[in-house]
């Protein structure tokens, strides 16, 4: 039997990967074409694939949370502005 402590932090690992995996899946379809843009940008200034991923993660996850928060449809021109942004976060995202 797992302990809730154990099933939260497997629960934040699933979430972190199946939002590694959106990105994954943004940035081979280049679509939206920021993604791809970004992990360029971010490899180019210095940051490993792997944090560029969560960074951009992050920002994913931050449209998500305000989706659900405003009951609202994704924002996907927000999206793409705060992926251009990186490194900088959205505010409250990191």
Known sequence: M??????SMDDEAF?????IEAIENQI????PPAAKATLNK??????????SLHLMALVL????AAMLRED???DGAWYERALRALPEL?????
């Open 2 to 7: 797992r302990q809730p402590a154990q099933e």
């Open 90 to 94: 959205p505010e409250a995202a990191g």
């Open 42 to 51: 971010l490899t180019l200034v210095g940051y490993e694939r792997e944090e």
């Open 15 to 19: 979430a972190e990967q199946t939002l």
């Open 28 to 31: 081979e379809a280049e679509d």
């Open 61 to 64: 996850a931050h449209e998500i």
């Open 72 to 74: 609202r449809p994704f």
